[in-house]
């Protein structure tokens, strides 16, 4: 859903299913990529990056994809458990841009 | 050591008062941040000093004043703040201040509450 107000973007799914998370970013001239995981009460935690040289890259269980033509971003987990239940946040910076983070998906996984 | 250590991790202060925000890292990087997080919301930049020096304020009230005794360490001086500045106060470092250069290593915030 959109993000309304306080209301964060909700990817509700079942425990053992994948999960896909999207981000759209701004800034063409972005080349760098990273997802963040922020568990309640902490600060982010990192997942993985993907510059804009790659498509695709893989690490434990997460994937990232990027599609520089349409500017989007998504990050795929295998097997959602409970303890993936968290806020993602996608980041995307460049050369001479800083880190900028976008609005945050809230994944939370049902037993 | 891949830690940045945050000090205190709770905050409440009242409105006349003045209170620091202590952030260390022993990870050589030579870049180091403040951010500001409200609830259900992103992180959002207020200040980056890199090797020692401000290099970006987001324009952030000079209620908040900020200060890198030396490379590991990053204060946040805090002086007269109103109530909407109660938020989740992230610290972090990365290797240099270029936004395409790997990860920033957050810490585990300080929760500020304000009177």
């Known amino acids: 859903g959109e993000s309304v107000g306080l209301h964060l973007p909700t990817l509700s799914v079942q425990e053992g299913d994948n999960s896909i998370i999207n981000c759209a970013y701004s800034n063409s001239a972005s080349d760098y990529f990273i997802w963040y995981k922020q568990e309640s009460g902490k600060g982010p935690q990192f997942i993985i990056d993907?510059?804009?040289?790659?498509d695709k890259r893989q690490g434990q269980r997460v994937t990232v994809l990027l599609n520089k033509t349409v500017k989007h971003l998504s990050l795929q987990i295998a097997a959602t458990q409970p303890g993936d239940s968290a806020v993602y946040f996608c980041a995307e910076g460049g050369a001479t841009n800083k880190l900028i983070f976008g609005t945050g998906t809230l994944l939370a996984v049902q037993p | 050591d891949t830690e940045v250590t945050q000090t205190p991790k709770h905050l409440v202060m009242g409105m006349t008062n003045k209170k620091s925000l202590k952030c260390e890292q022993h990870m050589g990087h030579r870049a180091m941040y403040w951010y500001k997080q409200k609830a259900k919301k992103p992180p959002e930049l207020m200040f980056v000093y890199s090797y020692e020096k401000l290099s970006i304020n987001e324009s952030v009230p000079s209620r908040f004043s900020p200060e890198c005794p030396n490379s590991s360490l990053l204060n946040l001086h805090l002086h007269a703040l109103q109530p909407e500045d109660s938020a989740l106060y992230l610290c972090?470092?990365?290797?240099?201040?270029?936004?395409?250069?790997?990860?920033?290593?957050f810490g585990e915030g300080s929760r500020l509450t304000v009177l």
């Open positions: 972090a470092s990365s290797l240099n201040d270029r936004g395409n250069t790997g990860e920033l290593f």
């Open positions: 993907i510059r804009s040289n790659m």
